[in-house]
DNA sequence: CCTTGACTTGGAGTCGACTCCAAGTGTTAG
DNA sequence: CTAACACTTGGAGTCGACTCCAAGTCAAGG
């Protein structure tokens, strides 16, 4: 698959995919004989993998770190793992922190709502 | 309260408590004689309400636009509403997305987990 | 009196993460 | 054969949100 059909399957652009393998953030991906991009399952799975973490903030810098321990073979496990544990940690916080706000834009709301029918009872 | 004051006991920097009212995202702040901000309680209680919205990842531009909104008064309840419905309803997309990116990290870190269990019984 | 340190301003600089651009090459449709 | 179009590269530009800087003012302690 070329490089528009990845972007439109996944809904990201062709400059941010090459930007992604740019920075080491997946793997170079295999060309044809015209240089052309021709991304393979895995590399699909890959951006998959990549989208939904940086849709939950991960920054690109750590999953720069992680894909490079992945490249580096078996004995690089038990790093990988502690750097998804730790990103798991910073997700679970902030979480935590928009669940709260979460809260307070639902009382607020509901302070409106009743504001707006004592206004209309006028 | 004086700006190092807020700024230790929110923990927002003295330089962003002024950017945030030089941008409009609190109105301005009463001055003692010699021109130095002093902040009341009801300041205290607006950066409190933007930390929260800003740690959930609410645009500052979205705030600045609710902040003028309740300046101009009761007349803008029904606009104020509509716009933290709005915000609410990105916010909970964005929490569906980190707990699916969440659910997905604890499988992998629950895989690892096997993996250096598995390399340790060698 | 004078230094120290917290504050003031306007404006410039930084950072993360894209996003766009110019110039060039290759494939395809008419 | 040529025009249109998708792709390539390296590098520059943008955006949101701060963050830092220089130059100046003022109150308090030694």
Redesign the interface.
């Known amino acids: 698959m070329k490089i528009a059909g990845v972007s439109e399957q996944y809904g990201i652009s062709a400059d941010t995919l090459r930007y992604y393998e740019r920075v080491g953030l997946i793997p170079p991906v295999n060309r044809n004989d015209s240089g052309i991009r021709d991304y393979n399952e895995l590399d699909l799975r890959r951006e998959e993998?990549i989208k939904?973490?940086r849709?939950?903030?991960?920054p690109v810098e750590v999953l720069i770190e992680y894909v490079a321990l992945v490249q580096r073979g078996?004995k690089t496990?038990?790093a990988?793992?502690e750097i998804?544990?730790e990103?798991?940690k910073l997700?679970?916080v902030?979480?935590q922190?928009?669940?709260?706000?979460?809260d307070?834009?639902?009382h607020?709301?509901e302070a409106?709502?009743n504001?707006?029918l004592k206004?209309r009872r006028k």
């Open positions: 993998f939904c973490m849709s939950a903030g991960l078996d496990i038990e990988r793992k998804l544990i990103q798991r997700l679970a902030r979480m922190e928009m669940q709260k706000t979460l307070i834009l639902d607020k709301i409106y709502e504001a707006v206004k």
